[in-house]
């Protein structure tokens, strides 16, 4: 099934600390004792090379998981086989021992078998049909504000640890983009309030999250769907409705792929929904990549214009949110 896209939706974004923010380098920095003794991650900026500080994609990426589990946790409670422990050993019962221990060898048994969680995001053996990709500052950021900070005891409340020095980004913007490909909508839909959440600033990101730092808000600056190897003059209306998976491999010689859709139980051919945006649709009749376009590219945005372009591309998306919420009710049912 991942040889080949059917569909992908391309969130360009924008991240702006709202408070002090720390993700941490590997540590060489015990070697030079002119640094402080927690520093920001940096590496070459791609437009300029020079060096800058930057928002990991595997970071972000780790971010915006944990929340989607707690928000599949919340809605269908705990058990490993709707959202397993990634990072539990032996006997935890996660997608991957799982897997191995009832040995499914096939593609699409291997892909029913998995948690929620795992069929977006992936576990070692499963490929991600989700990546994020690193965040940049627009021009490269190297120096920075250093704060001090104390290790709490936890048990007699003094100080445990310090005080030691931590290098801290407390504004500016980094910029981004995630894509998701052969998505289904109910993955769209919790994708979307896991952004919401992480957008209005609920959850936080990189050090010492329990002691404040890590504030941020999220603004999606343009969202892209597109459908790779389709074409205009077939059945499908790309500018009109939203398509999940299972409803772009029901074709197989002009009929449907029914047991395709059942062996990956995925939602089948009622995975699409209508909508109205107001996007810039591209029929692509010569490549064969239908998309549409909605939103603004993040340097003609204006700090006024970044809230309400971010709720106008929200809005649209939001109709995969009704997808996952009929998800969550057969998936209980
Ligand atoms: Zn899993």
Known sequence: ?????????????????????????????????????????????????????YLPGSSLKGVIRSHSERIIRT????????????????????????IKSRRLKEAPEQYRELCLACRIFGHMDHASHFLTADAFPPAPIDNLPVRQNVAIDRLSGGVAAGPFDMEVAL???????????NFELWQVGLLILALRDIGEGRVRLGFAKSRGLGEVHL?????????????????????KT??????????????????????????????????????????????????????????????????????TIMGALAVSVKAWAQFVREYKG
């Open 171 to 181: 504004e500016g913007e980094f910029h981004s983009q995630l894509t998701l490909y």
């Open 219 to 239: 603004y999606l600056t343009q969202a892209t769907v597109s459908y790779p190897g389709q074409f205009a003059s077939s059945a499908f209306t790309f500018d």
């Open 242 to 311: 939203f398509y999940g998976a299972g409803s772009l491999v029901k074709m197989k010689n002009g009929a449907a792929d029914t047991a395709f859709v059942r062996a990956y139980d995925y939602v089948g051919q009622t995975d699409q929904i209508g909508w109205e945006v107001n996007g810039a649709y591209d029929p692509d009749e010569v490549w064969g990549r239908p998309s549409l376009r909605f939103g603004v590219a993040p340097d003609q945005l204006t700090p006024a214009t970044l809230a309400s372009n971010h709720n």
């Open 75 to 98: 809605v269908l409670g705990d058990g490993p086989e709707t959202c397993c422990d990634l990072l539990g050993g032996r006997g935890s019962q996660n997608c991957q021992e799982r």
């Open 1 to 53: 099934m991942h040889k080949r896209r059917v569909n992908e939706l391309q969130l360009q974004y924008v991240i702006k600390p709202a408070g002090p923010i720390l993700i941490k380098s590997g540590g060489e920095t015990a070697l030079n004792p002119t640094l402080p003794e927690m520093t920001f991650v940096r590496t070459r900026h791609p437009q300029t090379g020079d060096t800058t500080i």
